[in-house]
């Protein structure tokens, strides 16, 4: 089978007849895809993602065919470059382009420090092509922190869309368990549009919460494995392993929401450094609950010791494919790369499709009467 190369890929794409008429969009910070994932689902074009993560390309580029992943850092990228490559028209009333910028900087789990100081400033990296080409329309996800920080780049990222003409801008921080993602997700969501006759509006709440049994379970296609099964299918039912005190462990904590407290004082299982810490990170090690949204699903969301990640009832923690339904991947969106990290990795950094497709939803019908 002949590898498809990046080039091959623009080739192609240059040769292709673009219906001017239909909505498209340009993906920024792109990752696994979840973003492109469920603007696809809504009927928008997707022409590109550009994304610095090398682990991040095979699995977008298979999951989305027609759309180019471009690898590279934002910074390095010409203004002219999508003008020059894909002959993207300035002006295009119908162009959507997306941001949503790594958040280490403004995000309550403390992370990389480096990682963090250089996530800070992206947003207005993705501010000068918003600039350059004018599009109808913006979309910016990010965690809460970027609306609270006392160093957000927000207020001048706002700032700049007013000056370049994008006087409509809505946003506010939502709780993704109302919009069809069976986790407690909270996050910062922005749309903004130059076009005076657009009706936008962030996309409107469920009147319940989504919660985990409506998801994951026999019932719903997931069959009971154990700690360490690997699944070499493209499900990817796959979980990482525990040790025999890790097993034990799991087996004390109580069905359906328990916690590490139902063995602190098991002084074989009790760690040291939670001693006398029966309030302080109580998530850890617990098990989700079937009638609740799952805890926000993190990069760690294979690890029990990196918060409440153990399956509600199975001695392990949740696995990837279950993680990626969680987070609303379709089951057959594969994921093509070489650890379980890597792939957890990709599936907690994303931005769940399902609230991306309601968003396209949104943009599409903003100039219907």
Not at 17 to 39: N, S
Not at 176 to 195: D, E, V
Request: proline fraction near 4%.
């Amino acid at each position: 089978m002949q590898y498809i190369t990046w080039e091959w890929r623009l080739r192609r794409y240059k040769e292709m007849k673009v219906d001017i008429t239909k909505y498209k969009a340009i993906d920024f910070f792109c990752g696994g895809g979840g973003m492109t994932c469920g603007l696809r689902q809504a009927g928008i074009n997707v022409i590109a993602g550009v994304d610095f993560d090398r682990d991040a390309k095979e699995t977008y580029e298979y999951n989305n065919p027609g759309t180019v992943f471009i690898q590279t850092n934002i910074k390095d990228l010409r203004n002219d470059y999508f003008e020059q490559s894909f002959n993207l028209q300035k002006n295009d009333d119908k162009m959507i382009f997306v941001g949503c910028s790594p958040c280490q900087f403004y995000s309550i789990i403390h992370s990389d420090k480096e990682k963090s100081f250089h996530s800070k400033d992206l947003l207005m990296d993705f501010a000068r092509f918003v600039d350059y080409y004018n599009p109808g329309y913006v979309l910016v996800e990010n965690v809460p922190g970027i609306l609270t920080h006392k160093d957000s780049i927000l207020p001048v990222f706002l700032e700049k869309l007013k000056e370049v003409g994008y006087d409509n801008i809505i946003y506010k921080v939502v709780d993704m368990s109302y919009y069809g993602i069976p986790q407690s997700r909270r996050r910062f969501s922005l749309i903004a549009t130059r076009l005076k006759n657009a009706n936008i509006h962030l996309p409107i709440p469920e009147k319940k919460s989504m919660v985990l049994r409506e998801v994951i379970g026999q019932k719903n296609g997931f069959p009971k494995i154990k700690a360490g099964n690997k699944d070499k299918s493209g499900f990817n039912h796959s979980v990482a392993g525990l040790s025999n005190k890790g097993l034990q462990r799991m087996i004390k904590t109580r069905h359906d929401g328990g916690s590490r407290l139902d063995w602190a004082n098991d002084g074989e299982l009790q760690l040291r450094c939670f001693v006398g810490k029966d309030n302080s990170f109580k998530d850890t090690y617990g098990r989700m609950w079937w009638n609740k949204p799952s805890p926000t699903i993190t990069t760690k969301f294979f690890s029990i010791s990196n918060g409440r990640f153990g399956h509600p009832e199975e001695d392990r923690a949740i696995s990837l494919r279950e993680g990626a339904t969680i987070q609303t991947f379709p089951k057959n969106y594969i994921f093509k790369t070489g650890s379980i990290a890597a792939t957890a990795k990709l599936i907690g950094n994303a931005v769940p499709p399902e609230y991306a497709r309601r968003l396209g939803e949104i943009l599409i019908n903003s100039r219907k009467k």
